[in-house]
């Protein structure tokens, strides 16, 4: 008897916490406005240069699909494409986004870390780590569509930005 309560209080656990999870999908875009280069190299044989030569900024979009629990605490995965004035490239990352309540117009909170690779003056292009912070503002239009705007710093390619970014989620 006990073996059955207890499986039957854990199905009814694990029945709530799956039922309060549900697929979201999230396309963003935005422009990555270079602030400075923290990062000082000390040249040496094969140096080319930084991995972002001329300071630039870059545009990217980046499409999501994840998990929403709860409607306020967002988890996914991300593919994205960088161009860095005319340095092409791409980028994968995990995405994590809370939004502070569920009212039409909420405070947002958004990580994401990853690897970018971009075409640039090195023979197979460069690859980095990267971590992104931003906070913004999300609009509710319906129960299964939001509207966000975000901003903070990025962490990439021996440099760092302000990404300012727009996207629509699902």
């Not at 499409?63 to 994205?80: A, Y």
């Not at 970018?116 to 906070?135: E, L, M, R, W």
Request: hydrophobic letters at 40%; a positive charge.
């Amino acid at each position: 008897m006990k073996k059955l309560l207890l499986s039957i209080a854990f199905s009814l656990t694990l029945v709530s916490c799956f039922s309060q999870i549900r697929y979201t999908a999230k396309v963003e875009t935005g422009y990555q406005i270079f602030l400075s280069r923290p990062v000082r190299v000390d040249p040496g044989p094969g140096w080319r240069g930084y991995q972002l030569n001329n300071n630039q900024g870059g545009l990217d979009v980046s499409v999501i699909n994840g998990i929403s629990f709860k409607e306020n605490l967002r988890l996914g995965l991300g593919l994205g494409y960088l161009n860095y004035e005319g340095i092409n490239g791409y980028s994968f990352f995990g995405d994590l986004e809370y939004a502070a309540s569920k009212d039409r117009v909420s405070p947002l909170f958004n990580l994401k870390v990853g690897q970018s690779h971009i075409k640039n003056q090195y023979d197979k292009g460069s690859t980095d780590s990267f971590v992104d912070f931003g906070a913004g503002v999300a609009y509710r239009i319906s129960k299964k569509i939001e509207i966000q705007a975000k901003a903070g710093f990025r962490f990439a390619h021996q440099s760092m930005f302000l990404p300012i970014r727009l996207g629509a989620r699902f």
